[in-house]
């Protein structure tokens, strides 16, 4: 089979557009084929809209993009592409015609793979010009973003087809999933529907409304399902005997109506399959250490959807709002009066902040620091109110000092230190501590401007936020200046 | 109903346990009860092993950790208890009694709700005392990490029972999904057993093993399923028409053989039921915003997913590892001969990456510039390998200053230039441009050393990667000096 250079897709709309932009991306050219040729706008309108998140995905340097080009002639794309993506829609007859008219145009070690959801690849390739080059390659929208793609041969379909398209797939960025028997709907999609019909089925009797289902998955399961699988989560749920005790407690469930799917029979063979199958998917790693590799992924993958507030992650800033005014109100004017630094931060160092070494990454002190910010500006007053008014405060200047590493799961804490306030500028010094024994591990010396966002430039800070920052400021006026503090990256010139 | 100070626990368990850990660790005391003395040890162990995750959920304040008991007889509990939770084994008989004997040494302004998972509240309240305080609220495993609660009345039941658990959840930071009527599984166990039920049948008539099934979601519909269900799914998957478009489109795939689940008749009520209900859910928002949105956490998941290697982190690991290889095999020693600064990193400014007025938070700044830093250390050799022999350098000291905000979106590139080089040490300075008129945003000077990570002190850089630097350093030396290095935060202590 061939190196590809060119993709062909026959037939566009969001599938075929999806592919496109996504071989693209990776430096692969497209040349699409379709009958309407008001498709071309559209599928390049498709490919400038999946741009934008794509461009997100990685930080590795790419090749230069693909070039797109569109026909309305099948034979032109047939006679440049060296892999061939069927996207036209799901009925029998017409992709067996176009699949074979496609494969008469096509040199037989050119690939052509068909994105049905559910079709059987025996029945589409039955008309086919050399039909072994041919296998299912079903993708999950948005194609440019989800890595799935399941490869399903037919009854023609030589290994080295799957093998190709897998190479292919994955040149792209691409999880190929090869499945080892056609069967209606391959797998994903089977789960996938069984999920969906039961929906039906509850929204039908007037149990729930489709928000309430859609609510049932994402703030629990779903979560669970970004990074392990039913039978992985459900060897976990078991304990330590795993997946066989799961099976054991939860088996008479199956007999009872808690879907209108009913179960197959509970045989020991079938327990011996699901038990061989959880325990090679566990490699070795004990219950334990795939709970802890499930809790990090948990609690990062929360800590994401609150960057957007949507799901989850809106539960866990609904309830930082809570922990924030309780703390504020526990403290009262306390704080402002203390007359060390200001210890308004606790945090420990996280899975996802370390790299090579589990020690925290550089940027990460500074993300901590900027914590140890919004914390000390809650205090001050300066809260989302003060924002919407359209009054800021902007990080113009950072100096950090590294003195110690920190591993994955140091407990730390930031005590804050007012430098300098005048009716524009705050200068504060942070240091980093192990909570462990109060070393400093790092500091962080910051001027912050205060701006009016809508005219972008300096403006006086408000005079309730200032009388409160100026307290702070006099009573840190007794303490010692920082040894770090007003020092530039190396010394010399001639480092 | 009490405002809860105390929670107790009936029974304990991997259900009981997570409960307790959550409700410690917002604050709450709890009084566990279980007729095995051994649990004590059992319930505290539990309690720990979560701790570690629980601790990295969320930065903000959190009151003092509540203090854990625990009790063999259940009217100790129930005479301390403000909210009482049971988790008992899955057996009706047995809940009925028990909750039937704990009704009776409870208050009758404490709530009682059962865990189960699938029994029906009616049943569980029947022998109780003042039945009306009486719920389910079931959780999901890891219940100290996962925030669904699904609150589901009996007959009995009265409005404020509910609303007072769904208070009391929200506190321990969870997120309360009322049921509107009482069925076996209530709704998310219905939507997993549907599921479970589908991969037993399959793993039973051996089309694939469970770790291929695992795949066919984690890969795939398991990254949706994080922050979006089913039916909002759909809902997009329709095109500007929405779920309309889409039950017209796979309405007739009800029909096929696409799992063991029978589908209910797609009348014209269910079609509007299901239309309406996804509106709802949409609140006003276009087909396109919400794109975005999914676009935008799909994006942000796996990056995060990437950090632990697991699922659709490892293929984009893959995808990034071969993509450097390339660019490294592309670029040769070129790039080390370069006479300006070398440009390494292009990125564009991530939507997680903002904050309050969608402009680039201050930390990130210095994330960009440690990409930079990585790519920098392969164009020299200092690759996996190298840090497998024990050398890195560190970050020791860096200043950040910042001129221009980034928004949401803008594309950005790094250029570095290499002030100077000793066998120890390493200073670089970085710019931040904008792509389109490559105006500077922000400079970072930075010293680097090189160290031994056995010993953890300063070693020679070895010598291949000494001479490449060297390159760099010469060809650089004739550079102008920024202007940016060499400076401190502030210019005088009278900022």
Redesign the interface.
Known sequence: MRNVKTLGLLGTG?IGGGWAARALHFGIDVVAADVKPEMEAWIRGAVE??E??L?????????PKGKLSFTTDLRVMAAQADFIQENIP?QLELKQRMLAEVSRHAPADVVIASST??LMPSDLQRDMVAPERFCVAHP???VY????V?LVGGGKTVPATIEAAAAFF??I???P?P???E??????????????????????D???????????????????????????I?H??G?ESGMRHMLAQFGP??K?????????E??EA?ID??VE??Q??ARGRSI?EL???????????????R??D????S??R???E???K??AA?AGAGLADSAGPLR?????V???WVD??AHM????Y??V???AMD?FYRTIGVDDAY?KAGR?F?????????AR?AKV?E?LYVTTQV??S?EK?L?VFHRLHRRRDGEIIATG???HLHVD?AAAKAAPIEMAVRAKLERIRAAHAALP?PTE??????RT???
Chains 1, 2 share one sequence.
């Not at 949507?310 to 992650?313: D, K, P, T, V």
Request: aromatic share 10%; hydrophobic share 40%.
């Open positions: 969001v809209n999946a934008p998140a461009a997100r995905l990685t930080f590795a340097p790419l090749p799901e959801s559910g999950f929208n948005p973003l989800l890595p799935l399941e994955r040149f960025g691409m999880h999933l499945v080892r028997r069967i209606p709907g391959h797998l994903t999609d089977r789960l996938q529907e069984a999920l969906w019909r039961e929906i039906l089925h509850m929204v039908n007037g149990v729930a409304t489709t928000g309430e289902l859609d609510d049932s998955i994402i703030y629990g399961p779903g979560l669970r399902w970004a990074a392990m699988g039913t039978n992985m459900y976990l749920a304990g469930c199956l009872w109506p808690w879907t209108k799917l009913e179960a197959p509970l045989t079938l399959r699901m199958g959880t090679a998917q334990r709970e802890r590799l499930r809790d990090d992924y948990l609690v990062a993958v929360q800590q994401v959807l960057q957007y949507i799901g989850a992650g539960t866990l609904a309830l930082e809570r922990l924030y309780d703390a526990a308004l931060v606790e945090t420990v996280r899975p996802e090579y070494n990454t550089d940027y990460r500074l993300h620091f900027g914590e914390a924002r800021m902007y990080n113009v200047e950072t100096h950090v000092a590294y590493e799961g407990p430098l300098g005048n500028r200068h010396e910051q001027m966002t200046w503090a007003g020092r530039h990256v190396g010139k001639a480092s």
